[in-house]
């Protein structure tokens, strides 16, 4: 069993930052890819931010600049670094993972439970 918890959401004035963190615990093998999405309301589920194991990114184009992604493998956890941040990036923000869990062959995509990201004007 694989669990991914975020921390880190909150309110924030327009132009603030707030830190996301999001730390994958349980049988792990290996992990690939760790990434941010988003779903604000009425909108779907988008990519924000995401980075394989060997360490290139990708970013949405309306972050680009302001957001930035980083991970410690050794403690298998990612962290997204949201700075200037508008009303617009209101969402709850969903951490997601790439795991090879023990004693499976075959990675498989896990998710968090979401934290609220709320940017007032």
């Known amino acids: 069993q694989v669990q991914l918890v975020e921390s880190g959401g909150g309110l924030v004035q327009a132009g603030g930052s707030l830190r996301l963190s999001c730390a994958a615990s349980?049988?792990?093998?290996?992990?690939?890819?760790m990434g941010w999405y988003r779903q604000a309301p009425g909108k779907q589920r988008e990519l924000v931010a995401a980075?394989?194991?060997?360490?290139?990114?990708n970013y949405a184009d309306s972050v680009k600049g302001r957001f930035t992604i980083s991970r410690d493998n050794a403690k298998n956890t990612v962290y997204l670094q949201m700075n200037s941040l508008k009303p617009e990036d209101t969402a709850v923000y969903y951490c997601?993972?790439?795991?090879?869990?023990?004693?499976?062959?075959?990675?498989?995509?896990?998710w968090g439970q979401g934290t609220q990201v709320t940017v007032s004007s």
């Open positions: 980075m394989p194991s060997g360490g290139s990114t």
């Open positions: 349980g049988s792990i093998f290996s992990i690939n890819a």
């Open positions: 997601n993972a790439d795991v090879r869990a023990v004693p499976a062959y075959r990675y498989t995509a896990y």
